[in-house]
C-alpha cells in the first residue's frame, strides 16, 4: 500500500533546487522526492550500533 505525503510552505528556491537535483538524475521530481524519503526512513549502520563481535 502507498501514502500520498504533502509537504507545504517550500519555498520557491528550494521546490527549484529539488527539481535541478531531479533533472541532474533524470528523474521527475516526484520520483526523486519519493527516492530520497525512502533513503532517509531506512536504519544507517549508525543507527545499528557498534557490532558486538
Known amino acids: 500500500m502507498t501514502v500520498a505525503l504533502q509537504i507545504r510552505d ?3 528556491e528550494v521546490r527549484d ?3 535541478e537535483q531531479a533533472r541532474r538524475d533524470d528523474q521527475s ?6 527516492r530520497l524519503v525512502e533513503r ?4 544507517s549502520a549508525e543507527d545499528w550500533g ?3 563481535y
Do not use: G, I, N
Open 10 to 12: 517550500v519555498p520557491d
Open 17 to 19: 533546487l529539488l527539481a
Open 29 to 34: 521530481v516526484q520520483t526523486y522526492l519519493r
Open 40 to 43: 532517509e526512513a531506512r536504519p
Open 50 to 52: 557498534p557490532c558486538s
